[in-house]
């Protein structure tokens, strides 16, 4: 076997050893949002514990769930690209020994001609015929060894282009292992944040004793409470009366179904979510493929006033885009919020929206 043969089939079979190793499991993420008090009220705070600020505790918390929410989207992001490009290397793997087999094929076909040319002394046309005792049978056979000079010519040329595809499938292929492994070192950084940030945030909420922990928790209703209520005041919900598609009723459908389950990151069902498994798996059982992480639904779906706003539709909060909810009307949303807490309904406006989507159209 010929070195260059060799050569091929090692980085086809380098190929499928990397296509099998990097397929690796992936993940999305939410941030921090429990289901607003319907009847806020400042005198039901109580005041913070001696020495301790639980106000303070609330927005670090906030901070360390916020930030392993951007974590998840840039894990999510970095697997989504590792998918792909598997996909593509598996391809190019395929190609490769597709084409390998042809080569083959082609190399045989060349040595059979080579060997019949031989066969015949290898003379030139005018040779044979100053030496053919029969000259008209010659020139009457002209014809067909000229058909067989252009055969031979063109077996050659499918030749050296078989191996010039080998050799650019064998560079693609070095290329997207690359790229592979670029995403699996991104998405191994991003899983580190995500996992530092939360250890935190647990750690902190450890600390607390069982009735600072109650008060956090009505801290944060109250919040998102007022928060809500500022945001209806403001008039956002006026005008707005758009009914859902029949699309957009399954997604709801298949959203609302989830209430209850936890949240984790990186899930995309069917036992847990974050907030952009939920968003995505909600419009695919609907029959619509959508981005997978809040950040791409934000980039690459199609942007609409909160005055067209309909139930379906997604809301994307925070300025990096980092958290998404599922609108279901009434100014409220579906979503998955962040570690410790299930997939559940809040209002739309307890997080600083940052716009709203169609995945439609």
């Not at 951007?70 to 391809?91: G, M, R």
């Not at 209850?260 to 493929?289: F, H, I, R, V």
């Not at 942007?303 to 100014?331: Q, W």
């Amino acid at each position: 076997m010929g070195t260059g043969k060799r050569g091929l089939i090692t980085a086809a079979v380098a190929v499928v050893c990397a296509a099998t190793v990097l397929a690796a499991p992936g993940t999305a993420f939410a941030a921090p949002d429990p289901s607003p008090d319907p009847s806020p009220s400042r005198s039901a705070t109580p005041p913070a514990a001696p020495g301790r600020d639980l106000e303070a505790v609330r927005e670090k918390l906030d901070n360390l769930y916020r930030a392993a929410a951007v974590a998840t989207d840039e894990y999510n992001a970095a697997e989504e690209k590792a998918d792909k490009q598997s996909a593509e290397l598996a391809e190019l793997t395929e190609k490769i020994a597709e084409g390998q087999k042809k080569l083959d094929r082609l190399q045989d076909r060349a040595g059979a001609a080579a060997r019949a040319q031989y066969r015949t002394g290898g003379l030139p046309d005018e040779a044979r015929l100053l030496l053919s005792d029969d000259p008209g049978e010659f020139l009457d056979n002209t014809g067909r060894v000229r058909q067989g000079q252009r055969g031979a010519k063109g077996l050659l040329d499918e030749l050296s282009r078989t191996q010039q595809d080998l050799k650019t499938y064998a560079a693609d292929a070095d290329a997207q292992w690359k790229k592979l492994e670029a995403n699996r070192k991104k998405k191994a950084a991003a899983q580190k944040k995500i996992e530092k940030q939360i250890a935190a945030a647990e750690k902190l909420e450890s600390e607390l004793e069982k009735e600072e922990r109650e008060r956090l928790d009505r801290l944060e209703r109250q919040a998102q409470a007022e928060a809500q209520a500022a945001w209806l005041g403001s008039g956002a919900l006026e005008g707005v009366t758009g009914e859902a598609t029949e699309r957009g009723r399954r997604a709801v459908a298949y959203a609302t179904a989830q209430i209850g389950k936890p949240y984790q990151w990186g899930a995309e069902g069917p036992k847990a979510y974050d907030c952009s498994g939920l968003t995505s798996q909600a419009w695919a059982a609907a029959g619509q493929g959508i981005p997978r992480t809040s950040q791409a639904q934000w980039r690459q779906l199609r942007r609409v006033e909160m005055k067209d706003m309909r139930p379906g539709d997604l809301i994307i909060y925070f300025e990096d885009a980092s958290h998404v909810g599922l609108y279901v009307g009434d100014g409220k949303v579906v979503h998955a919020p962040r570690p410790g807490r299930s997939v559940t309904v809040a209002g739309a406006g307890t997080m600083p929206i940052l716009g709203v989507v169609r995945p439609e159209g």
